[in-house]
T-cell receptor
Framework: AQRVTQPEKLLSVFKGAPVELKCNYS??????LFWYVQYSRQRLQLLLR??SRESIKGFTADLNKGETSFHLKKPFAQEEDSAMYYC??????????FGKGTHLIIQP | DTGVSQDPRHKITKRGQNVTFRCDPI?????LYWYRQTLGQGPEFLTY????????KSRLLSDRFSAERPKGSFSTLEIQRTEQGDSAMYLC??????????????FGPGTRLTVT
């Protein structure tokens, strides 16, 4: 069965500090991993996906198949990064499997 | 095209009533998904369509839940005999098919259902 674990419900860091949001997955096939973000009063939107290997808004995430992880990182947090972040797993014909989300708060 | 739209945005209903939600996807997207999100949880996949064909419905929560996409454009999600446990945000998403260069799922704003 597919499963996504985001161990931190809430993460609070100061502006300018590094950020790492953890995501671990369980999947027997070839996974597609995504990070979605939801800013206050906005809809869920894609932040990045592992196959594109892009850096979006300064965020990066590397798929580690050995550790079954897809942690989201940013070297210097900004106040506008405050949001809910969801890690999601695809790869089959079905919809995405989401983690429970991490609420990131960037303190000034 | 302003993206995926959902109607209504909020619905309050009494236990036992039927409710129907509508989703209008991005016009060129032939895949449409329904998710449910309860408080403190991530979205939970329910069902999806490719054009008018419903390709997965085993994840619908009970036989009280049904979805249609009769002409391959908009979709409806119906919940019959609502229960208090059905209170949640219902999200719709659409995408191009897998294998397309950009097949990310675009989400709508959701319909918040409250069952009293």
């Amino acid at each position: 069965a597919q499963r996504v674990t985001q161990p931190e419900k809430l993460l609070s860091v100061f502006k300018g500090a590094p950020v790492e949001l953890k995501c671990n997955y369980s999947y027997s096939g070839s996974p597609e991993l995504f990070w979605y973000v939801q800013y206050s009063r906005q809809r869920l939107q894609l932040l990045l996906r592992h196959i594109s290997r892009e850096s979006i808004k300064g965020f990066t995430a590397d798929l580690n198949k050995g550790e079954t992880s897809f942690h989201l990182k940013k070297p210097f947090a900004q106040e506008e990064d405050s949001a809910m972040y969801y890690c999601a797993l695809g790869g089959g014909a079905d919809g995405l499997t989401f983690g429970k989300g991490t609420h990131l708060i960037i303190q000034p | 095209d302003t993206g995926v739209s959902q109607d209504p945005r909020h619905k309050i209903t009494k236990r036992g009533q039927n409710v129907t939600f509508r989703c209008d996807p991005i016009s060129e997207h032939n895949r449409l998904y329904w998710y449910r999100q309860t408080l403190g949880q991530g979205p939970e996949f329910l069902t999806y369509f490719q054009n008018e064909a419903q390709l997965e419905k085993s994840r619908l929560l009970s036989d009280r839940f049904s979805a249609e996409r009769p002409k391959g454009s908009f979709s409806t999600l119906e919940i019959q005999r609502t229960e208090q446990g059905d209170s949640a945000m219902y999200l719709c998403a659409s995408s191009l098919p897998p294998g397309t260069a950009s097949n990310e799922q675009y989400f709508g704003p959701g319909t918040r259902l409250t069952v009293t």
